[in-house]
């Protein structure tokens, strides 16, 4: 079936390099897509969002870039600090549908 | 000011038990979700409520019935616990965006 995964389960950066961490989709039709951020002991917490008649979206510190002829989703985070610690993931959705999670990606920031 | 809560953030039980987890959202969403994180961190949807009204029910054991008595609230009866149902389980609610509770992690011995 359709779904969403990323292709390194672990990055580990130093404090103040920039990190990227990479999601590929599946779901040509899928409109909407976010990246969240898991704490150890915590819910995922809502990072950026993109739609599908974007390619680049920036927030503080962080930038969601999407290529819809690949199908591939990137969250860059500048100047990482060891805050940024956490599993991150992506989700994609069409309309007002439930989240479809990649399988997250381990984000270590070494000080 | 919480704005997903979820009662209680841990719960382990014995095999065969009945238990409840309880979400409410005070961001006044009409949407709200239960979703299942297995042991390898994998989030997968359960089911999705709109107004009060089941409109989402993935392929979810019976055992597992939700409830919503009003919009700001969806809770998750489960029967007959298996050990197969140790997992952590998130509360979400949206209008656009999901935003997620904190997480009842159930032990099933």
């Known amino acids: 079936g359709e779904s969403v995964g990323l292709h390194l389960p672990t990055l580990s950066v130093q404090e103040g390099d920039n990190s990227i961490i990479n999601c590929a989709y599946s779901n040509s039709a899928s409109d909407y897509f976010i990246w969240y951020k898991q704490e150890s002991g915590k819910g995922p917490q809502f990072i950026i969002d993109?739609?599908?008649?974007?390619d680049k979206r920036q927030g503080q510190r962080v930038t969601v870039l999407l290529n819809k002829t690949v199908k591939h989703l990137s969250l860059q985070i500048a100047a990482t600090q060891p805050g940024d610690s956490a599993v991150y993931f992506c989700?994609?959705?069409?309309?007002?549908?439930?989240?479809?999670f990649g399988s997250g990606t381990r984000l270590q920031v070494q000080p | 000011d919480t704005a997903v809560s979820q009662t209680p953030k841990y719960l382990v039980t014995q095999m065969g038990n009945d238990k409840s987890i309880k979400c409410e959202q005070n961001l006044g969403h009409d949407t709200m979700y239960w979703y299942k994180q297995d042991s390898k961190k994998f989030l997968k949807i359960m089911f999705s409520y709109n107004n009060k009204e089941l409109i989402i029910n993935e392929t979810v054991p019976n055992r597992f019935s939700p409830k919503s008595p009003d919009k700001a609230h969806l809770n998750l009866h489960i029967n007959s616990l298996e050990l197969g149902d140790s997992a952590v389980y998130f509360c979400?609610?949206?209008?656009?965006?999901?935003?997620f509770g904190p997480g009842t992690r159930l032990t099933v011995l």
């Open positions: 993109i739609r599908s008649n974007m």
């Open positions: 979400a609610s949206s209008k656009d965006t999901q935003y």
């Open positions: 989700a994609e959705t069409t309309g007002r549908r439930a989240l479809t």
